[in-house]
């Protein structure tokens, strides 16, 4: 895909990677208590640490670090409670504000799922493009860590439900999310009940890309343009039959066809076509359900219902 990953298309390049390292995250273990960074206005923890890697981020200009925000559910809401994992999009950070404008991340996510008992968490996470640099511990598997370690260490405080954990997210977050989330092997109990992608790019692969996106005549182009060191993963690959079921929306409307090069960024709406193909070759199309021409003010309509719908029954 044409162009840099800093803001859609995939000129990928070690030389984007301006990350730095402190100490590799621990596993975690059971821990007493709850997290630090109790904030009252939001109802949540803010900065908990999932690991001690820190970075400069190139799509803010400022420095990161391996934390995530907990957003505690509304007071009086029954437990166990389930938990929703967030990604952010490229350019912004995990922190989300206690903002009651209709537009914002805190009234379309954050509220409609605190007040139905679910707990929100909001994880800072490394690109495996972006933020690569050559012998330091792998950029991919920063969200794993961050939801393994919330299990680990906090579940239990909280009253989570982590048999009922669901993952979300937008671009960057999105695509990464998808991919962790089917790619499973999560720890203590964890398991993704559900997906729902806004904007997910599919597969990092650029040969596969190639293959399935673009005119033959133009693959060389588009190769030339799209160099991941190292290659991070396909979502596609990734499926199997008992991968959870997933929702993926985008802002365009789809192609159904092959296109030239330059028309394939990391939104290309038939990223979610290509996934629920997949679903489809595994025999579990019904869990896939790819939706196009959504509008980002709309991106969360319909999430907690969804979410709901995917719930395993809690036993008390």
């Known amino acids: ?43 949540c923890h803010r900065d908990v640490p999932y690991g001690s890697i820190s970075w400069l981020e190139p799509t803010t200009g400022q420095a990161a670090r391996q934390v995530m925000d907990i957003f505690l559910p509304a007071p009086g ?21 206690a903002d009651d404008r209709p537009g914002s991340r805190w009234s379309q996510l954050v509220q409609p799922l605190v007040a139905r008992g679910y707990i929100v968490v909001s994880y800072e996470f490394r690109h495996p493009v972006v933020n690569y640099t050559a012998g330091q511990p ?13 299990a680990g260490r906090w579940a ?20 990464l999310g998808l991919l962790t989330a089917l790619r499973g092997g999560f720890r203590h109990g964890t398991r993704v009940r559900g997906v729902w992608a806004f904007e997910a790019q599919t597969t990092f692969e650029c040969e596969e890309a190639a293959t399935a996106l673009v005119l033959p005549d133009e693959r060389a182009a588009f190769l030339a343009e799209c160099t991941a060191v190292p290659a991070p993963g396909s979502s596609l690959q990734a499926v199997s039959a008992d991968a959870p079921p997933a929702v993926v929306l985008y802002d365009r409307p789809f192609r159904r066809e092959l296109v030239k090069a330059e028309e394939v960024d990391i939104h290309f709406p038939d990223f979610g076509l290509l996934l629920c193909q997949r679903y489809a070759a595994m025999g579990v199309a019904r869990r896939c359900d790819a939706r196009e021409s959504v509008d980002k003010d709309a991106a969360w309509h319909g999430l907690a219902d969804r979410l709901d719908a995917w719930r395993a029954p809690v036993k008390r």
């Open 156 to 175: 239990d405080s909280l009253g989570a439900d982590v048999r009922n954990t669901f993952v979300t997210g937008r671009s960057r977050g999105a695509g």
């Open 1 to 43: 895909m044409r162009g840099s990953a800093l803001a859609g298309p995939w000129r990928w390049t070690a030389a984007l990677a301006l990350a730095t390292t402190a100490a590799w995250w621990a596993s975690p273990v059971r821990a007493a208590g709850v997290p630090p960074g109790y904030d009252p206005a939001c109802h």
């Open 138 to 150: 792998a950029p991919g598997q920063d969200i794993r860590r961050a939801i393994d370690s919330f």
């Open 77 to 97: 809401t029954a437990g166990p409670h389930p938990v929703v994992f967030y990604g952010h999009p490229n350019g912004v950070d995990h922190v989300i504000d």
